[in-house]
């Protein structure tokens, strides 16, 4: 049986590196000619990766190469004789690293650059959240921002001849700057949420997560699959959970992890599956993060939603009143007293988080079965008078 892995890890709290059996980095290549007989190539990508290059041959058409294999950082440069390929100038020119492509460029004349006559200053970043760098470009002008693949990552603008990349939230972003030619350079940008050290009244943080899967009928997410969490934080934890694909799942370890958790896929899931980390502390603090995965197994990381500190209600779980409509998703006093009304009734069994998921859902959704509401899994007016009530 196959098993995908694929690795999120906070290095030295600073940098987000992605790796597994299906690339989380999408690869960049740049190529410039010395001469006829001489092409330098450069990649960014997945570390330790076998790169595949792809060219068109004026005598065999589209053509590839095994180029070399990725060193720790992700970095790889060669130089070939394009004449011993029958490269042709012009022709299509990309390279596919761990299943993910790069965008295709022209290779390039004799003298001249194969990405355009456009480079970066830097292939890859690594970034804190609120950082600023300055990066150079070089080519003939004209420079555009053609994509930014995840901007609640990280932001890009042009100034003059540099990109202005500033840090906003945690995670990983491909951002491709072209030039008037509408050729291109792309550059990975990883980006840590903070340097300050963690104390019980901050919010805790994830220091490593991987993601696996079985790999059921070769995909990711084929039926069957038991998908597996592992992560660790950067503070000690108390009662974190996992929700994936709407379900909450108990998180197995201790400390600063690390926890484990597992789901089986059943197949109706779709092409994609939410995953919520949420991370408490002994402080009551709660931060969950959000994560969603496809079929290939490369998750995609949105920023931290920061959920306030979480202070239990002066009142008693029976007294408390109620005044806020509350649902899925909700934080707060309101949603922690809500909690410890259910615990008290024998319907929740879930942690205190002050967090409203999926657990604390079905607990509503089971005290309106019992009063003979219609359980919608809410907190409306109706709901909210016979928790009032003491009832």
Request: proline share 6%; glycine share 12%.
């Amino acid at each position: 049986m196959k098993k995908i892995l694929v690795v999120l890890c906070l290095v030295g709290g600073f940098g987000l590196l992605a790796r597994g059996a299906e690339a989380s980095i999408i690869p960049a290549l740049s190529v410039s000619s010395q001469s006829a007989n001489s092409v330098s190539i450069s990649v960014y990508a997945d570390p330790n990766a076998a790169i595949t290059l792809y060219y068109y041959s004026t005598t065999n058409g589209t053509s590839n190469m095994a180029l070399g294999t990725t060193d720790a950082n992700g970095n790889f440069s060669t130089t070939i004789d394009p004449t011993a390929y029958s490269i042709g100038a012009g022709g299509a020119t990309y390279v596919i690293v761990d299943g993910q492509q790069s965008s295709n460029i022209p290779w390039p004349a004799p003298g001249s650059s194969g990405s355009g006559q456009i480079s970066l200053g830097e292939n890859t970043l690594s970034m804190i959240a609120g950082q600023s760098q300055n990066v150079s470009i070089s080519g003939s002008g004209g420079y555009y921002i053609s994509s930014n693949s995840s901007p609640s990552v990280a932001t890009a603008e042009l100034s003059g001849s540099s990109l202005v990349i500033t840090a906003v939230g945690f995670g990983g972003d491909n951002i491709t700057v072209c030039q008037s030619a509408s050729v291109c350079s792309t550059m990975y940008v990883s980006v840590s949420g903070s340097t300050s050290t963690p104390t019980s009244t901050s919010l805790p943080t994830l220091s490593s997560i991987s993601i696996s899967s079985t790999n059921n009928n070769g995909s990711f997410l084929g039926a069957g699959s038991i998908v597996g969490i592992s992560f660790t934080s950067n503070q000690t934890l108390s009662s974190p959970y996992v929700t994936i694909a709407g379900q909450r799942i108990t998180a197995n370890g201790g400390g600063n992890g690390p926890y484990t958790a597992s789901y089986t896929v059943n197949g109706n899931e779709g092409s994609s599956i939410p995953i919520t980390v949420g991370l408490q502390n002994s402080s009551n603090n709660v931060n969950p993060i959000y994560f969603v995965v496809g079929s290939n197994g490369i998750p995609t990381v949105s920023v931290p939603t920061t959920v306030a500190p979480v202070s239990t209600p002066s009142t008693t779980s029976s007294s408390y009143s109620f005044v806020n409509p509350l649902t899925v998703s909700a934080s707060g006093p309101d949603v922690t007293a809500l909690q410890q009304r259910l615990t008290s009734d024998g319907i929740y069994s879930g942690p205190i988080t002050g967090y409203y998921g999926s657990l604390t859902e079905a607990a509503v959704e089971a005290f309106q079965t019992q009063h003979d509401l219609t359980p919608l899994g809410n907190v409306g007016p109706n709901t909210r008078a016979l928790l009032n009530s003491g009832l």
